[in-house]
């Protein structure tokens, strides 16, 4: 693990910053390296208000869509909402459903089943709404690179309004009105908004036509932070404001829903930390496992009772999709050694019977072990279809697209992709993934890190400096929660390995004649030696609260130590 140390920021706007809002150096320093060097951006950072998100009708194509759906609504034309089936398609279809059936009663939704149909829009569902008399479809986290498929449904007289945060194509699809960012002729000021996210600024734009306020919408915000902190998308700009809401209607007031997966949960308060491994992981084990659908009959419940009946289901599909997880991970380990591909650049590995719901899991699983790009294909209808992953730094999706000739589709982010392509193409297509990694990757890249933010002396560390920490959530890409090191460190004698397998390491670290402080380091108990008999080491770390029997103390989560 190589530790990287963030360079020092400039001493004269440290001061500067210090003076302006009266904080510590180490704060000043921790907010520069987040791009926060002013008053009014550290107020924005520090006071997000809801004030703060951008008018929804900057984004291309808005003031379509929402004409669109008025006419829809005036002609009694029936709607469809059409999602992804993981958490950020199933948040985005719960959200824009919920809202307009609150406004208008003809809407229906549709979710593709993973195995039948794959990802995005699918013909199928085109078929669905030609026979249910559905003349418009709402795309939501996908369509992006929909254009056989739009055009399509206009054969057919659907329209479609299409809400994706993919990268488009070279070419747009024939839709009524395309929301995307990151459009080349998109100037909305933030395009980082996930697929839920885009579904809020529809909610917003209707709601505006309506004399409705962004506070009106609030209730939706559970859904939109929930699919921010699955997507991994950056916790920046409008998606920090909305997060930070979001999470406050999840602790306050969530709905039925959510509620359901999240009230046998004792701590007082849930991070986004939380979400993405409480709340995050059951949603998507519906579209896993089972079908997407049951997601969103959860996620649109408003029965208490009826949503526990269905957080129970999801709570077994997920139960199951730990234990397919977990044996496939084995089984492309093992085929990793015997193909005698342990020191290669990527990680290609296929095998027909593997589940396709978990093989994004499992490519993020194999990169624990061999840490570089990583693709699991499975068998998917006559086609194979994977799920890639991608180690820091490095352009997954761009690599991708460098051996598209191999391809029959594929979408995604510079991390996370998808793909599909025919059988007979597999090894050709491994053989150039391989080549392409092997001369477009960097040495840094292939060794994994920890970005530390400061060099800190346990006597700076306080209650105090723990609060103003606190103010710096929700964390997330961009804003990830702050790593310190310290040197000259050492266990007073209480450490010791704990788990199953002895697999952590629990510690109590003086510096000097400092006050001492628990840590605790999870899967670092291979680590023991190097902290026994008060050896001298260096700690890389988080800070966090414990409580106990009604006190709290502060706590460091050890990344590493050396």
Not at 48 to 70: C, G, Q, T
Not at 334 to 361: L, R
Request: aromatic share 10%; charged share 25%; glycine share 6%.
């Amino acid at each position: 693990m190589r530790w990287n140390l963030k360079s020092k920021p400039d001493k004269q706007l440290v001061q500067q910053l210090q003076n302006q809002l009266q904080v510590s150096e180490i704060i000043a320093k921790l907010l520069i390296s987040r791009g926060i060097e002013t008053f009014e951006q550290a107020r924005l950072f520090f006071r997000p208000s809801l004030s703060d998100l951008h008018d929804p009708y900057l984004m291309k194509d808005m003031d379509k869509a929402v004409a669109r759906i008025e006419k829809a609504i005036l002609a009694g034309e029936n709607i469809m909402v059409f999602g992804d089936y993981d958490v950020d398609g199933t948040t985005a279809v719960s959200l824009v459903a919920s809202y307009l059936k609150s406004i208008y009663p003809n809407i229906a939704t549709y979710i593709p089943d993973r195995y039948l149909e794959g990802y995005g829009v699918s013909f199928k569902g085109i078929d669905y709404a030609d026979d249910n008399g559905i003349s418009l479809i709402i795309a939501l986290d996908c369509g992006i690179k929909s254009i056989d498929h739009v055009a399509y449904a206009k054969e057919r007289s659907i329209d479609f309004i299409i809400c994706d945060h993919h990268r488009p194509g070279d070419e747009l699809p024939q839709a009524v009105a395309v929301l995307d960012p990151k459009r080349t002729d998109c100037n909305y000021p933030y395009d980082e908004l996930c697929g839920c996210g885009i579904g809020f600024k529809l909610i917003q734009a209707l709601g505006k036509n309506r004399g409705q306020i962004t506070e009106d919408l609030l209730p939706y915000l559970d859904l939109v932070a929930t699919a921010i902190a699955a997507d991994i998308v950056p916790m920046t700009g409008e998606n920090r404001i909305l997060a930070k809401f979001g999470l406050e209607v999840i602790n306050t007031n969530p709905r039925p829903g959510i509620q359901a997966l999240i009230h046998q949960v004792k701590k007082k308060e849930l991070t986004i930390t939380d979400v993405v491994f409480i709340i995050a992981p059951r949603i998507n084990a519906a579209g896993r496992i089972k079908h997407g659908n049951h997601a969103v009959a959860l996620l649109s419940e408003f029965d208490f009772d009826q949503a526990i009946a269905f957080a129970k289901e999801i709570e077994q599909y997920n139960l199951e999709r730990k234990e397919l997880d977990k044996q496939i991970t084995v089984e492309a380990l093992n085929q990793i050694a015997e193909n005698q591909e342990k020191n290669h650049f990527s990680t290609v590995v296929y095998q027909e019977d593997w589940h396709k719901g978990v093989i994004g899991i499992v490519a993020s699983r194999l990169i624990e072990t061999y840490y570089r790009p990583t693709l699991v294909f499975t068998k998917s209808g006559d086609k194979l279809a994977a799920s890639a992953r991608s180690v820091y730094g490095f352009d997954v999706y761009n690599a991708l697209e460098a051996c598209s000739e191999h391809l029959e589709q594929f979408g995604g982010h510079m991390y996370a992709a998808g793909m599909t392509l025919a059988e007979e193409n597999y090894s050709k297509f491994k053989a150039a993934f391989e080549n392409e990694v092997r001369n477009s990757i960097s040495e840094d890249q292939r060794e994994p890190h920890i970005s530390v933010d400061l060099e800190l002396d346990f006597a700076a560390i306080d209650q105090k400096m723990m609060r103003i920490l606190k103010q710096f959530e929700p964390f997330g890409p961009q804003n990830m929660t702050p790593v310190f090191a310290t040197q000259k460190v050492f266990d007073t004698g209480y450490g010791k390995t704990i788990g199953l397998d002895n697999e952590h390491l629990k510690l109590f670290v003086k510096q000097h004649n400092s006050e001492g402080f628990a840590a605790i380091g999870f899967g670092l108990g291979k680590k023991y030696d190097l902290a026994s008999n008060r050896k001298s080491i260096e700690i890389a770390y988080t800070l966090s609260e414990n409580e106990w029997d009604g006190k709290t103390t502060l706590q460091l989560n050890l990344k590493d130590l050396k």
